[in-house]
């Protein structure tokens, strides 16, 4: 039952811890942002407004021309996003720019509305695209199709083009396609055949993720760049097809790799391997590679690794122990949370950093030494460890974030009695043992 309760708790924080450590859209510049009745905006070089949310509940909205004199020429990056309440949202002529889908996760629209004649936008079948690039920019979630054909001469799926449509079970690509935006499909649940043709050269990061119908996926030999984890979270992903001469990608042992970093891109969730043992010669586990892999047991990593990505073994909770040669230098945000019968780990000797929420919810954790090296210890790096007892910290540690070993009620940590860690301890309340010899100093 606890190890029911902890699970639940994972899934409910994983969209908002696994993706905070690593955002899978680039940010702009911070610009001031002013507010106009339930609009935030910001300015742009030209003196033009650029929406970049809103706050109000209106069902039916007609965005404004303009915002306390400044035309409203740009639709900024999800403003929209998660608009519960609305319904139809009708786009002015003013608007010659829009970012990343405005109105992501919007569960209730149905209706987007440009002029016949907008010189920027425009609407085929309800669907919202980008005339200037050719994009696909909003398949509103609230539609309750079966199917979707994307029409021919699109050459782009905008980034959350379709997140979270999930009446959706295919969607047909033409080939004039030839990227695939970070999230572009995630969260389509009933999302179970997509077929990729051979003019799609790149795939964004997650861009399938969550898609839990999804059982095979084939990728072309023409895509030669490939995102973060794009099949994270699909629990019912089983094989994952390339060509054998594919000029960028490769599958060993049913795991995903790319070529050209050597990295290990993703291994399927629903593998039926209880073990696996990543190639000599790969360099990098890449972000979120083997997230909600339950069947895994043991994970065998070679010498040739310098690198863990942010959530490489995310809710990996029947992983037992994992080794972490001294050729790693990095391990990443939330690496191995909620990673449950975690039994034992050792540390890379070459690790400076343990980040945020790294081992958060390892429960079966009993006892962890941090390397020498490591000299930062991240928010909630061991939070809900509720079975450790014993973590050693060395003297070179003189950061460690807020709550890291929250939860941890048995634990007693192992400090210099001049260290920092043990005025951490101090602080914040937390049972500490320092040099046999510490009583001469207290």
Same mark, same amino acid.
């Given at each position: ?33 002013? *507010? ?57 002529? #003013? ?28 609407? %085929? ?21 079966? @199917? ?37 499909? @995630? ?11 051979? @003019?799609?050269?790149? %795939?964004?990061?997650?861009a399938f993720s969550s898609c839990h119908s999804l059982t095979s996926f084939t990728i072309?030999?023409?895509? *030669? ?25 490769? !599958? ?70 994992? *080794?972490?040669?001294? #050729? ?16 034992? !780990?050792? %540390? ?41 007892? #014993? ?5 070179? !540690? *003189? ?26 301890? %101090? ?16």
């Amino acid at each position: 039952m606890k190890k029911l309760l902890a699970l639940l708790l994972c899934l409910a924080l994983c969209a908002a811890l696994f993706t905070a450590g690593a955002p899978a859209f680039a940010e702009e510049a911070e610009r001031e942002t002013f *507010t106009s009745g339930d609009f935030e905006y910001t300015l742009l070089d030209d003196g033009t407004a650029e929406i970049t949310r809103y706050g109000g509940k209106a069902n039916v909205l007609a965005l404004p021309d303009a915002l306390d004199g400044h035309a409203v020429t740009a639709i900024g990056d999800s403003a929209f996003a998660g608009c519960d309440s609305l319904t139809s949202v009708t786009i002015p002529d #003013s608007v010659t720019s829009i970012g990343v889908n405005p109105f992501a996760y919007c569960g209730k629209l149905t209706d987007i509305k440009v002029s016949p004649d907008h010189p920027t936008l425009a609407l %085929i079948d309800g669907v919202l695209f980008s005339k200037t690039d050719k994009r696909l920019v909003c398949y509103p979630c609230a539609f309750t199709a079966s @199917s979707y054909s994307i029409p021919q001469g699109i050459k782009a799926i905008g980034h959350r083009a379709f997140f979270s449509c999930d009446s959706l079970k295919s969607v047909a690509i033409p080939d004039s396609v030839s990227s695939i935006g970070n999230g572009a499909f @995630s969260s389509c649940f009933e999302l179970a055949s997509v077929t990729i043709p051979d @003019s799609v050269t790149s %795939i964004g990061d997650e861009a399938f993720s969550s898609c839990h119908s999804l059982t095979s996926f084939t990728i072309p030999d023409s895509v *030669t760049a490939i995102g973060k984890n794009p099949f994270a979270f699909c629990d019912q992903l089983a094989k994952i097809k390339v060509s054998s001469n594919h000029p960028a990608l490769a !599958v060993i042992d049913d795991a995903l790799f790319s070529k050209a970093d050597k990295r290990l891109i993703c291994f399927p969730c629903d593998s039926k391997a209880s073990s696996y043992s990543i190639p000599q010669g790969v360099e990098s586990i890449g972000y979120g590679a083997f997230c909600w892999c339950s069947g895994l047991k043991s994970v065998d990593i070679p010498d040739s690794v310098t690198y863990i990505g942010d959530g490489a073994f995310y809710d990996c909770y029947n992983l037992t122990s994992v *080794t972490i040669p001294d #050729s790693v230098t990095y391990i990443g945000y939330s690496a191995f949370f909620c990673c449950f019968d975690l039994e034992s !780990v050792i %540390i890379s000797n070459n690790v400076t950093s343990i980040n945020d929420y790294a081992f958060h919810a390892c429960n079966s954790l009993t006892s962890v030494t941090i390397p020498y090296r490591v000299t930062s210890i991240g928010k909630g790096a061991f939070s809900d460890c509720g079975s450790l007892t #014993s973590v050693t910290i060395p003297d070179n !540690v *003189t950061s460690i974030g807020d709550e890291a070993f929250s939860g941890c009620d048995s634990l007693t940590l192992k400090v210099g009695r001049d260290s920092y860690a043990k005025e951490y301890c %101090i602080e914040n309340g937390l049972n500490y043992s320092a040099d046999a010899n510490d009583w001469l100093n207290s």
